[in-house]
């Protein structure tokens, strides 16, 4: 009878992955636990002295800290929205291989990913359009990226040509076909490129820090910012401590995508293979 051979890689790499997820849990589990400590103070303790909800309860209610947070929910919702529009009728337009110019204007895509305009160019466009110190320029830049038009307009042209052809002749217009029949096969993709979308705006800080100047008009990060490097402290009282409410204004950044992102990762994963990967 045969001995079975023990193999060394997969327990070295067992091991390793439970370092490293221990790296990555024990500073989590110090922040969330600081976060509910009404007596925190900086120091390895892993459970809170005395357990509140105070430092959450005055983000929420306290102006200076719930309007940043609800500015960062709201541009984060429209312009993934909008992005997403953009790149689903941008990839839609270039792949009809009949249009004339379709090859220019992909190309002309395609360049602005190697070459682009520049910081201060941009700045100056913004400001002579009027966009700066307004949130339209914090949702209108980012939503022009050239990476996921083009990972969308792969998507697409993986969808079989047949399918193309059978709409045309049931009369469907080129608009119908792709409500009808793009859309709901896109789901992966629109899934995946979305969350692409949502994170960059959830964690914009250099578009704000670049084109808004006025702090009514910043978001939750740029005001987490602030707190973090001591420029921008709460003001608390009735034995709060700041970093309580730091650590809560972290949980707060932290928590929207550890929710959301086990719910879309099978249409991560599936989206960006297809629309990357083509056979």
């Not at 045969?2 to 589990?29: D, G, H, R, Y």
């Not at 090859?103 to 700045?123: D, E, H, K, V």
Request: hydrophobic fraction near 50%.
């Amino acid at each position: 009878m045969k001995k079975k051979k023990i193999e060394i890689f997969p327990i070295v790499n067992a091991i390793i992955f439970i370092l490293l997820a221990f790296l990555i849990f024990i500073p989590m589990w110090k922040i969330l636990s600081d976060s509910f400590d009404l007596k925190t103070s900086y120091g390895m303790r892993l459970w809170p002295q005395k357990f509140g909800l105070a430092g959450y309860q005055r983000i929420f209610s306290d102006p200076l800290l719930s309007r940043p947070l609800m500015i960062s929910f709201i541009t984060t919702i429209a312009g993934t929205l909008f992005a997403l529009t953009l790149s689903t009728f941008g990839a839609y337009v270039l792949i009809q291989w009949e249009m004339p110019g379709r090859t220019f204007f992909a190309n002309m895509l395609l360049f602005t990913m190697i070459f682009s305009g520049g910081m201060i160019p941009t700045y100056l466009v913004l400001r002579d359009l009027h966009l700066t110190n307004t949130l339209w320029a914090v949702i209108l830049l980012p939503a022009l990226n050239v990476y996921n038009l083009v990972l969308m307009r792969n998507f697409f042209e993986g969808i079989p040509a047949s399918l193309f052809e059978s709409a045309t002749l049931d009369g469907c217009s080129p608009m119908q076909t792709f409500i009808r029949i793009v859309l709901p096969m896109s789901k992966a993709a629109l899934a995946s490129i979305g969350l692409m979308f949502a994170v960059s705006y959830w964690n914009d800080y250099t578009n704000y820090k670049l084109y808004i100047t006025q702090p009514t008009l910043y978001n939750f990060q740029m005001k987490l910012r602030g707190m973090i490097m001591g420029s921008d402290l709460p003001q608390v009282g009735g034995g709060l401590a700041e970093n309580t409410v730091k650590n809560a204004a972290i949980i707060v950044v932290i928590i929207p995508f550890m929710i959301l992102y086990p719910f879309l990762q099978k249409y991560f994963v599936k989206g960006v293979n297809i629309g990357a990967v083509k056979e």
